[in-house]
Each structure stands twice: as C-alpha cells, then as structure tokens.
C-alpha cells in the first residue's frame, strides 16, 4: 500500500516537472515579472523615498517579497493542470486505476511546489547577480524549505479551486481576485511596521505575510514577525490547504 502511494506520487510529480520543463515560454515568463518588479520599482523606490532618519530605500527588501509572490503565482496555477487534464481525458484514465486519489492530488501538489521553488531559487540568483545582498549563505539555504512550506500551502489552495471550477477562464478570474490583494496585502513591497489598525488586521490574515516574513529573515537577517511564528504559521495553513485540497479532490466529479 505504501509502496503504491508512493508510486502514484511520483508518477504525478514526474509528470508535472515534464511538462514545467517543456512549457519554456513558461519558465521565462514566471521569471519575468518578479525580475522587471525588482529592477523598476527598485530604481524608483530607491530614488524616490526617504526612511525615517535620511536614509534611502533599499531595493533588497523587494526580493524576499517578489520570491514570495512568484511561489504564489506559480503555486496557484498548479491548479490549472488539474483543469487541462480533466478536459483531455486524462485526469479520468489516472482516477480509474486503484489508487487513491488524495495520492494523485499529493502528487500533483508536489510536483507543482518543486517548480515553484525552482522559480523562486532562479529569482533569488538574478536578485543576487543585481546586487541585493543576502546576510549569509546559511539563511539562503534556509529559504528553501520556506517556500516549499509556502508553496505547499498554496497549490492546496489551487487544487482546492480547480476541483470545483470547470473552466480555464474561471480560474483566472478566480485567480485575479485572489493575487493582486494576497500580494498587495502581504508586505511584499512595504513594512508592515505603523500601518493603520485596519490595515494592520488583513496584513496579519493574509498567509503570504508569513511566507513573505519568513524569507526576509532567512535572506536579510529581520523581520516584525517572529521566524517561529511565520514557520509555525505557513505549516498550519500548508497542512490545512493540502488537507482541503485532497478533499475536494477526491469529490470531484471528471
């Protein structure tokens, strides 16, 4: 049994680091947004802001924040593999064999994690060739399995999503509706330090704030939230999301 679990896992994150690996346009475009983020508005950031006491903006803050978004983006669209195998056919060949099927989602799930933390390794590399410094190479290793906790958590999400809707552009509006505040709202791009009460309230809701935390403190050596509340929350939400996601999966109908 365990073996056989492990074999469809395998077999689902195969599949998925395939077709990562084939879809080049892919790649390149997961790549692109966080990149042009950290040049553009690190250039006017930099040049336009002042800190309290005279100081000027420095641009690494944005990288742990735009590794962050690019692990949610990704993760998220994980899900949409779910809707194209359903509609050519072969989500149902895979949910016919004797497996079951929260193995093929866990599958899937890790195949899509380890191909946003591939991006996510990627922009942390570009981020350092432009300059951002990283506080020690320890804390760079570190991030890693910090955006697997992130990512997992996410992708659960997505299965979640996918389960249920039938339709590609279903999804994306779905997903437009749930990136823009997640990332907006996630101290990506400003402290999360002196916000107002309100704000302060969906700051600290919002997951991707500890994901985002997390790895400015693995990366730059701070952060306002605690490193063992941010881990301790990312596992939470990570083992909650894979769990719904499974669920869902295992109800939905091909």
Known sequence: ???????????????????????????????????????????????????????????SYLAPGLIGMAILFSSLMGGVSIIWDREFGFLKEILI???????VALGKAVGGVTTSMIQGV??????????????????????????FISGIGFIGLGIAL???????????????FLTMPLVL????FFPITNLPAWLRVLVYANPLTYGVEALRFCLLGSSPISIYVSIGVLL????????LGGKMFEKMRV
Not at 162 to 176: N, P, R
């Open 185 to 188: 709202l996630s101290g990506a």
């Open 162 to 176: 996918a389960s249920k809707i039938d339709s590609h552009e279903g999804f994306q509006m779905v997903m437009s």
């Open 1 to 59: 049994m365990v073996r056989k679990a492990l074999n469809t896992i395998y077999t689902m994150w195969l599949r998925e680091m395939l077709r990562f690996w084939r879809s080049k346009s892919r790649i390149i475009g997961s790549l692109a947004t966080p990149f042009f983020f950290l040049i553009i508005l690190g250039a006017g950031f930099s040049s336009s802001f002042q800190l309290p006491g005279g100081g000027r903006f420095d641009k």
């Open 97 to 103: 064999a004797p497996v079951s099927r929260f193995f």
């Open 122 to 147: 990627l922009i942390m590399i570009i981020a350092r060739l432009i300059g951002i410094e990283y506080t020690s190479i320890p804390g760079v290793l570190a991030s890693i399995p910090v955006m």
């Open 236 to 243: 939470l939400f990570a083992f909650a999301m894979i769990g």
